[in-house]
């Protein structure tokens, strides 16, 4: 394909706005001590955090986004797109306002964590189901409008056919629609996982900042910036590799599920 | 016509440009005074001031790669040197200390009496993180008493640490004395070493906004706030 | 067995729907009409897939719909064949077969073992392993039947069967439909624009129009009075079936059509549309080549146009203006010679 002149330049530009900062990060890193530097404690504890509560809020993701798209995907019912505006609003809304909300709701003063404190004792910020919570909050949006979308573009008929030969809607569902839609099932899952990976703003705000409990691979990083930048440099790469691997295996199955 | 409306834009456009601004960076915790102070600066000066506000290491940082700074004002010393060791100032004084005390939200809903309630592990206690000023000094403190606090979280800066222990979601943390505000209540700790805050002016345009943070009026609303003498 | 009842309104953008019939069991009814007319809307209406405004629909004891009340689609048990197959993509043709056991609650061998019981039967085994991608239209179609067959169902209903075909595929799966659909002993609705189709797989026709049955009746019924102009002109045309070679087609009794076509051979449908029918007083010289006497029997009147039909070694029907009628003196018992051009002769080869 031919394309006109005039796209170059600003693509170029794009280009470059997102690789110099990347390039010059990897140029910057301590590649020598790296080693050292990913086995301290503190970065063994936030790596090891990281992976648990990422792929944690990545399956409850799954678990609750899945039939959420399913039912926006097929259903007919009013208010359906306030409720799907609902359910991307954590995709818009800053990270730290949604900490700030989750503390309202489910801190040990909120309003659901409130009475579930003085009946159970349990407390969800400071600890690491705080973090998967905050994860599940910002991840869940990924999904279901990946899954979403997929579903939508599924034709219909598979699921009549399905019904003619004695399916009902659930086994319709798990045995036609979903395997169906498998590649945005896939899509949705990672892309949820990696940004549960990245997020800051609402952990810290929500599950607060201690080693081994709450700090996950992006806390560290920031909280390393001013002391030790070598090791911040050094979980930055591990956080970027992470992602251009994940980038890379989902390839031109980004959003639309195909 | 034209002539004229293009040389009115132009003028416009410098005259903007010529308008001093003194660029202030200082420690979260000295939010409150400097407000106040930069304000009381520009009615009687007529210079504006723009405020910086962030943790002591954060704004290091940005002071050694090189952001524009005319005022840097650090909750300890070990930054301010960093800054001046690599020549971004010539000389910096002490002008306030801070010491810290055990907040707790109204009502002291964990019962905390003092520093060696903190090693109970059924409170919620909050410091704040390595390298911010007011965490060391909590840290230092608490070696110092021989106190092995059960800290359920390290924030990034103090203000985050006063929000969490005012809307009751931690129960006690060690922030300033001046960061208490009007809903929290404090249980003293024993004496210790008070934090210094260091004062500096990198540019010749900070020197004047120094020494009327120096002078009776600066030294008065320091006073004030809850701040120490230096 | 059981028959199949309905008796149904429904509104739908462009028409109204408002349909009654019955299909016996081990009978096929097909629903014939142009498209728009409410055929599809009909089979789903039946499945289950939608639902009516009003009516009654019920097979034997089962009641699918009244008073308001919908029984399932995954209850019904009626196997529907879809235009454009819908095949799961995602399982080979064996598992496609063996889904809608195994909805019904079967282990997953006993399921395959039905499902290549089935393909066995109806001829399909080599397809077994396929995967719907890899399958061409027709043997698609055919994989469609045997999957709704499979499935064990009470009454077949196939949406349109052959139209997604191309034209040596539809020859094809006509052929495939005509052998296996009388061995089911349901009842069946073969949905169709396609005269030819339906007189071949059908016990009895019911013309559709705007949303409404305009006649209902056996091929030759209809071939013979049409309700409609509709059915007239595309019904009510002649059809025939005989042995084709060198460019003849022996259609019984002695009798033999010249054809254009000199290579065909075999089993064949002819068809020779009414207006291509001449009717002369005394016997044609000339080109065309079929020409034989014939006896009026009767004389439709039908607006600008009559149909008569014509008794003789061949029964024809011809359609003429009212003037020719007129003009030729036309009346019933009348004898008159007949001629039809070789090329106004449409000649489909039924078994491939």
Not at chain 3, 16 to 30: I, K, P, R, Y
Not at chain 3, 101 to 122: F, H, I, K
Request: aromatic content about 6%; proline content about 6%; some cysteine.
């Amino acid at each position: 394909m031919r394309h006109p002149r005039a796209l170059w330049l600003p693509a170029v530009l794009g280009l470059a706005l997102v690789g110099i900062p990347v390039v010059s990060l990897l140029v910057r890193t301590p590649w020598s001590r790296l080693g050292d530097l990913l086995g301290s404690d503190i970065a063994v504890q936030a790596l090891g955090l990281s992976a648990l509560t990422s792929l944690a809020a990545a399956a409850a993701a799954f678990v609750l986004g899945v039939p959420l798209a399913a039912i926006l995907a097929r259903s007919r019912f009013r208010g359906r797109s306030v409720l799907r505006a609902l359910i991307t609003l954590p995709m818009v809304l800053p990270p730290v306002v949604g900490g700030a909300a989750l503390l309202y709701a489910f801190g040990r003063r909120g309003t659901v964590g409130e009475p579930i404190y003085e009946a159970t004792g349990l407390v969800l910020p400071f600890s690491p189901w705080g973090v998967i919570l905050a994860n599940t909050f910002v991840a869940l949006p990924f999904l279901v409008v990946t899954v979403e979308a997929g579903i939508r573009n599924l034709d219909s008929r598979y699921e009549s056919a399905a019904a003619t030969l004695g399916a009902g809607p659930w086994t319709a569902f798990r045995r036609v629609t979903l395997p169906m839609v498998t590649p945005a099932l896939l899509a949705g899952t990672v892309l949820a996982w990696a940004r549960a990976l990245g997020e800051f703003g609402a952990t810290v705000t929500f599950a607060g900042n201690l080693a081994g409990r709450t700090q996950t691979l992006p806390l560290a990083v920031f909280v390393a910036l001013e002391q030790d930048r070598d090791a911040a440099l050094a979980l930055s790469v591990v956080l970027v590799a992470v992602s251009l691997v994940v980038l890379v295996a989902l390839r031109d199955r980004w959003w639309t599920g195909r | 016509m034209k002539r004229a409306a293009i040389l009115m834009l132009v003028m416009t456009a410098c005259a903007g440009q010529s308008d001093p601004v003194i660029r202030v960076s200082a420690a979260a915790s000295l939010t409150g005074v400097f407000t106040q102070m930069a304000s009381e600066y520009t009615t009687t000066t007529g210079i504006e001031v723009d405020l910086n506000f962030a943790g002591s290491s954060a704004l290091r940082e940005q002071i050694l790669e090189g952001a524009p700074v005319d005022v840097y004002a650090s909750a300890d010393e070990s930054n301010m040197q960093r800054v001046v060791d690599a020549g971004a100032a010539t000389t910096a004084q002490v002008f306030a200390t801070n010491s810290l005390v055990i907040a707790v939200p109204a009502g002291n809903p964990g019962n905390v009496t003092g520093l060696a309630d903190l090693e109970r592990p059924d409170l919620l206690v909050g410091v704040c993180a390595d390298g911010v000023p007011c965490g060391d000094l909590a840290r230092a403190l608490l070696e110092a008493a021989g106190v092995q606090a059960s800290v359920d979280t390290n924030e990034p800066d103090v203000r985050a640490l006063v929000t969490k222990i005012e809307t009751g979601e931690l129960d006690a943390g060690l922030v300033y004395r001046t960061d208490l505000g009007d809903s929290l209540e404090s249980i003293a700790v024993p004496a210790h070493p008070p934090t210094r805050y260091m004062l500096a002016s990198l540019t010749d345009a900070g020197g004047d906004f120094v020494a009327w943070v120096r002078s009776e009026r600066g030294s008065e609303i320091l006073r004030a706030a809850g701040f120490g003498a230096p | 067995m059981t028959a199949l009842q309905v008796d149904v309104t429904a509104a739908r953008p462009g028409f109204a729907l408002d349909v009654s019939f019955e299909v016996e069991a081990g009978h096929t009814l097909a629903l014939l009409g142009p498209n728009g007319a409410g055929k599809s809307t009909t089979i789903e209406l039946i499945a289950g897939l939608i639902q009516p405004d009003s009516g009654r629909v019920a097979l034997g004891e089962a009641v699918f719909y009244a008073d308001g009340v919908a029984m399932p689609p995954e209850q019904r048990r009626v196997g529907v064949v879809f235009q454009d197959y819908v095949l799961f993509p995602h399982l080979d043709v064996r598992d496609n077969l063996a889904f809608g056991p195994r909805s019904r609650g079967a282990t997953n061998r006993a399921a395959r073992t039905q499902a290549e019981t089935w393909l066995d039967r109806l001829g399909l085994n080599d397809l077994a392993r396929k995967r719907p991608s890899e399958l061409s239209g027709g043997q698609a179609q055919r994989v469609a039947v045997a999957r709704a067959l499979a499935s064990d169902p009470r009454a077949l209903l196939l949406d349109e069967p052959l139209s997604a075909l191309d034209v040596g595929a539809r020859a094809q799966v006509r052929s495939f439909l005509a052998r296996h659909l009388k061995d089911f002993p349901g009842p069946r609705i073969v949905v169709t624009h396609e005269p030819t189709e339906a007189f071949m797989l059908a016990d009895r026709i019911a013309i559709i129009e705007g949303g409404a049955i305009t006649q209902i009746d056996t091929p030759e019924g209809i071939r013979r009075a049409p309700g409609s102009r509709y059915a007239a002109d595309l019904v009510g045309i002649n059809l025939y079936r005989g042995a084709a070679h060198d460019g003849q087609v022996d259609v019984g009794d002695g009798h033999t059509l010249t054809i254009a076509d000199t290579g065909v051979r075999g089993d064949v449908l002819v068809t020779i549309h009414p207006r291509a029918v001449g009717l002369y007083t005394t016997q044609p010289e000339g080109s065309p080549r079929n020409t034989w006497q014939a006896t009026v029997l009767d004389i439709q009147h039908l607006g600008d146009r009559n149909r008569v039909d014509l008794d003789g070694p061949l029964g024809i029907t011809a359609e003429i203006t009212p003037a020719a009628t007129t003009g030729l003196g036309l009346a019933p018992g009348l004898t008159v010679w007949i001629s039809v051009k070789a090329t106004e002769i449409g000649v489909q080869a039924t078994d491939r």
